[in-house]
T-cell receptor
Framework: KNEVEQSPQNLTAQEGEFITINCSYS?????LHWLQQHPGGGIVSLFM???GKKKHGRLIATINIQEKHSSLHITASHPRDSAVYIC??????????FGTGTRLQVFP | EAQVTQNPRYLITVTGKKLTVTCSQN?????MSWYRQDPGLGLRQIYY???????DKGDVPEGYKVSRKEKRNFPLILESPSPNQTSLYFC????????????FGEGSRLTVL
């Protein structure tokens, strides 16, 4: 079993839909990162969380430390949100452990 | 502009020919790291560095070397590349090892024939 599990692996949506991507982990962590990777592109950091909730524009990230679970929400999705979203946790050894990513496609 | 710069962006080489992928950041970050990304396997950490002269192995260090002689630079060295090191490589940095937003380079696509 992977130490970081994301679901779903693939997600399609119509423009305007509310989207949720989940990340569960099994190790102790000091921080959790949500990353975005566009096709053929580089990787951009969306959020770093150690507790609670953060919001940036249409993106919201939450984390529940007790349940070892984080969610990334996208409100009013748009085709430009189509990308791979990656959850990564920084363990207590300072190594980063990545989920395998969620491929999101948003259609007009 | 805050950035992480990797070079080369694309490289085709042959088995056994030593190569170095450079990584430089201009944000005075303490933490730097290298990852490889392979289809179906996602991102995996190769090596990381908490500060100058402090490096440690990630999950897939075999076949790679790193050094951190200056804070801004963290080169990845493949002493004797093999075809199984064909991959997309990313360098990243953050303010510290225990926290801080991650900044990624644009990636280096390496093909070993």
């Amino acid at each position: 079993k992977n130490e970081v599990e994301q679901s779903p692996q693939n997600l399609t949506a119509q423009e305007g839909e509310f989207i949720t991507i989940n990340c569960s982990y099994s190790v102790g962590i000091s921080a959790l990162h949500w990353l975005q990777q566009h096709p053929g592109g580089g990787i951009v950091s969306l959020f770093m969380l150690s507790s609670g909730k953060k919001k940036h524009g249409r993106l919201i990230a939450t984390i529940n430390i007790q349940e070892k679970h984080s969610s990334l929400h996208i409100t009013a999705s748009h085709p430009r949100d189509s990308a791979v979203y990656i959850c990564a946790v920084r363990g207590n050894t300072d190594k980063l452990i990545f989920g395998t990513g969620t491929r999101l496609q948003v259609f007009p | 502009e805050a950035q992480v710069t990797q070079n080369p962006r694309y490289l085709i080489t042959v088995t056994g020919k030593k190569l170095t992928v450079t990584c430089s950041q201009n944000m005075n970050h303490e933490y730097m790291s290298w990852y490889r990304q392979d289809p179906g396997l996602g991102l995996r950490q190769i090596y990381y560095s908490m500060n100058v002269e402090v490096t440690d192995k990630g999950d897939v260090p075999e076949g790679y070397k790193v050094s951190r002689k200056e804070k801004r630079n963290f080169p990845l060295i493949l002493e004797s590349p093999s075809p199984n090191q064909t991959s997309l490589y990313f360098c990243a940095s953050s303010y510290s090892g225990r926290g801080g937003e991650l900044f990624f380079g644009e990636g280096s696509r390496l093909t070993v024939l």
